[in-house]
């Protein structure tokens, strides 16, 4: 995986989601990607004219990548959880006839929860948004979802430490992940 | 049982709730603690079950606030966590005042097997507090039997356990009796 600088606008925020996401769950002494990116951030909102900077920046970022890619991703890749729904668990609810009903709950708190999360980051209100990073994931452990509650897990755990930009890219990466869990609920409960 | 719920999950919340009303017991919900301790003073539930991070009042918060005005009449307390919990946190649960736990998701045989526990400890604590109201009295001289196996009088029993003291008099019966000797 490579980029050159003039690819550099279409890192969107999906990648930088995805990427600061693989970081937070990552061995410590690979932070120095993050401090990258986060300088390339910087770099962003400065003047232009800094194209060499810029350039080598993206340049050390992408050795690094290639090298998590290498060594690291087998491992990464294994421990970091993608299930969305766990097929048991939601055996276990449709048997106990709450299926439908909790993942209609589900959605209408997740979607009031995660507007809340919203707000607190951008108030900067770190407590605000663990306490609710908990709620969802506490709730979504019910239907077994693993990346979900990952994610929320991510967050609460980071929140205090965590840039700005870390905490919206792991809103944004949240918010795919909710989309997939209640597409998936959907499909079970036969309302997609 | 009378069972108090506090969680402010929602769907835990009716998940827990269905699962309990499906085992035969009698349910109050609610979505913090400090609502769960009015509850608790109004209904004096003997079970409350509680998540551990909520608004207003948390899990431990609750559980010493039950300790504290439940009197003679032993609540069990179990506190719902999550599955990242550390040792040091359930160190701090347990001297909180917390009998038992429950990991997230909530498993209905876990629950089952919980309540039974909560059951059985409650009726022991009943029986305990039944024994401790008994007092032997030896039926003839009227002396009492401590904890020590000691047989004492009853004046330096009810002095030990009550604080209280004697003024020494004499009633009427007696002094007609023993004075007329």
């Known amino acids: 995986m490579s980029f050159t600088s003039r690819q550099y606008p279409q890192l969107s925020s999906a990648f930088h989601a995805a990427a600061y996401t693989a970081l937070g769950r ?17 770099l962003e909102r400065t003047a ?4 060499s900077e810029r350039a080598t920046l993206i340049a050390r970022m992408s050795e690094t990548l290639e090298t ?18 766990d097929p048991a668990q939601i055996a276990i609810l449709r048997e106990e006839g709450l299926l439908e009903s909790l993942a209609a709950l589900f959605e209408e708190m997740a979607s ?17 948004l663990a306490d609710a990073a908990h709620l969802l994931k506490g709730s979504a452990v019910n239907f077994g979802a693993a990346a979900f509650a990952a994610t929320c897990q991510c967050i609460e755990q980071q ?16 918010e795919v992940n909710q989309g997939q869990l209640i597409e998936a609920l959907h499909r079970e409960t036969g309302e997609g | 049982m009378k069972i108090i719920i506090a969680e402010d999950d929602p769907v835990s919340s009716v998940r827990l709730g269905n699962t309990l009303t499906r085992l035969g ?17 109004a209904s004096k539930a003997r079970v409350i079950i509680s998540d551990w991070m909520m608004p207003e009042m948390d899990g431990l918060e609750l559980c010493r606030a039950i300790r504290e005005c439940s009197g003679n009449d032993y609540v069990y307390f179990i506190l719902v966590t999550a599955l990242r919990t550390g ?3 359930y160190d701090r649960a347990v001297e909180a005042g917390v009998d038992d736990f429950l990991v997230k998701p909530l498993d209905a045989d876990a629950i089952w097997r919980r309540l039974f526990v909560a059951q059985r400890i409650l009726h022991y604590t009943v029986t305990i507090r039944q024994l401790k109201d008994l007092i032997p009295i030896c039926m003839y001289c009227k002396k009492i039997r401590n904890d020590s196996d000691y047989w004492q009088s009853i004046e330096n029993y009810i002095r030990e ?20 000797e």
Do not use: W, Y
């Open chain 1, 26 to 42: 990552l061995p410590p002494q690979l932070t120095a990607l993050r401090c990258t990116l986060e300088a390339l951030e910087k």
């Open chain 1, 48 to 51: 232009e004219g800094q194209e």
């Open chain 1, 68 to 85: 998590i890619e290498a060594t690291l991703a087998p491992a990464f890749s294994a421990q970091r959880p993608t299930l969305v729904l």
């Open chain 1, 112 to 128: 009031r929860t995660f507007a809340e999360m919203r707000a607190a980051a951008r108030a900067g209100n770190s407590k605000a």
């Open chain 1, 159 to 174: 929140v205090a430490t965590a840039s700005p930009a870390t905490l919206e890219a792991l809103l944004c990466e949240l």
């Open chain 2, 25 to 41: 017991h009698e349910v109050q919900s609610f979505t913090n603690g400090m609502q769960a301790l009015e509850a608790f003073r």
């Open chain 2, 87 to 89: 040792p040091a946190d």
């Open chain 2, 161 to 180: 356990h009550t604080r209280s003291d004697f003024s020494h008099g004499i009633c009427p019966e007696c002094s007609e009796r023993f004075m007329n």
